[in-house]
């Protein structure tokens, strides 16, 4: 996400420089110009104290300058024709000195919404992933989905949410160490919105950005289903497509949400036995449960394993969406690099599945037969 947001300060009372530095520019997502280096700041704040000079020509030339950019004036005059007058000059925002933190806070949450969305609401598409057991490869399916549908999309960005609140291990698979979490989302929940989700995003370099999930249990036990809800409607209004991973076979609240606010579920097993039985009992909750859009991958797929494909379609009385191919060494080869398989080696036959997946979650009537495996005689299974 392309949410910082760039300041530019032209303060001259100290105390006020101090309280802006104190309370905003020094949190994650905010890049000072005059330290970085920046022609074109997002967002400028101008004092408009008794020393500041022509205010109102300074307003004016910077808005003629960077037309696209907000400008903050925080004045001690509270004359309603002065006001009148730095708004007309071009100020997006006029706040009385001394400051009430709240208020600019919010006004700065407004322009990194209109910077994230440049202009337009996007409802894009969320995917929860779900494992009928743990360890069947789940976290492995959800984020390199991600990164197959970013590298679709070129410019446009993708979301991964981290469900998984025990053991939340997406963000080493994307090799990050996340500054921000879904612990910010729980302790801010009050001014949550889809800016405020924008600036807690973490970036990779592979176009995918995350919200990792709490760093401790006990954050992760305070995360509630309603801040799911929150967070999936945000990043649809943010991202194209979002991938959610969920925790195997907990229909808590949390991940009931997830699997409500998706547009599709994929459940995720192997074909043994255990699995098996656990994926037919996961259905049965997601239908008590009225979860619509339900499909079932198989990850792991041997080939030559078509009979007990067979049998296990008979047992969970639909047809497999997906066959993912078992490729042991590339995952653990690319986990223990912490690169995201799909760059570690992208001709892999679990990446090349993987990338044709991606296609065919955003395109139904791609691949009409094929489902990721071809058998022995180079046939679709
Ligand atoms: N198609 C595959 N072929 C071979 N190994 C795989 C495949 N997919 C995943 N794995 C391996 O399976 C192991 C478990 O993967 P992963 O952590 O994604 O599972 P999970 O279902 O998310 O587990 P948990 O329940 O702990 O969250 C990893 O070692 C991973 O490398
Ligand atoms: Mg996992």
């Avoid at 994650?28 to 967002?43: F, V």
């Avoid at 399916?141 to 991964?160: D, E, F, I, P, S």
């Avoid at 160490?177 to 302790?187: E, F, L, N, R």
């Avoid at 259905?283 to 494909?309: A, M, W, Y």
Wanted: net charge neutral; hydrophobic share 40%; with cysteine.
């Amino acid at each position: 996400m392309h949410s910082s947001l760039q300041v530019a300060l032209d303060i001259q009372n100290k105390h006020l420089g101090k309280i802006l530095e104190e309370n905003f520019l020094r949190s994650a997502g905010i890049t000072l110009a005059h330290k970085n280096n920046i022609s074109e700041p997002n967002l400028f704040f101008i004092d408009d104290g008794p020393d500041a000079g022509d205010v109102l020509g300074k307003i004016g030339s910077l808005h003629q300058k960077h037309p696209q950019a907000s400008i903050f004036v925080i004045s001690s005059n509270p004359s309603p024709d002065h006001i009148v007058e730095v708004m007309k000059a071009g100020a997006s925002e006029f706040f009385m000195h001394p400051v009430n933190p709240e208020k600019i806070r919010e006004a700065m949450n407004r322009v990194r919404l209109k910077l994230v969305e440049g202009g337009q609401k996007t409802i894009g598409r969320a995917f929860a992933f779900i494992g009928s057991k743990g360890g069947l490869g789940t976290t492995v399916l959800a984020v390199n989905t991600a990164v197959a549908m970013a590298a679709a999309r070129g410019a446009q960005k993708t979301a991964l949410v981290d469900l998984s609140l025990q053991s939340g291990d997406s963000s080493v698979l994307l090799d990050l160490v996340p500054k921000t979490t879904m612990a910010d989302v729980v302790h801010n929940f009050s001014r949550f919105d889809p800016a405020f989700l924008a600036g807690v995003m973490e970036p990779s370099d592979v176009g995918v950005d995350l919200l990792a999930a709490p760093p401790s249990p006990e954050e992760s036990a305070e995360v509630t289903g309603e801040q799911v809800a929150r967070v999936l409607q945000a990043c649809r209004r943010l991202y194209p497509l979002t991938a959610v991973d969920c925790p195997a076979m907990t229909l808590d609240e949390r991940t009931m949400e997830a699997l409500r606010g998706a547009q599709m579920v994929l459940v995720v097993t192997d074909l043994s036995v255990p699995a098996v039985r656990n994926a037919a009992r996961l259905l049965k909750q997601l239908r008590r449960h009225e979860i619509p859009r339900v499909e079932v991958v198989v990850n792991r797929f041997v080939k030559g394993q078509s009979g007990t494909l067979e049998e296990v379609e008979k047992t969970l009385e639909r047809r497999v969406f997906w066959l993912f191919p078992n490729d042991y060494e590339t995952t653990i080869a690319a986990t223990n690099r912490g690169t995201p398989l799909l760059k570690y080696d992208p001709r892999s036959p679990l990446a090349r599945s993987i990338v044709e997946f991606a296609q065919k979650l955003q395109d139904a009537s791609a691949f009409p037969n094929y489902r990721g495996v071809k058998g022995l005689l180079g046939k679709a299974i």
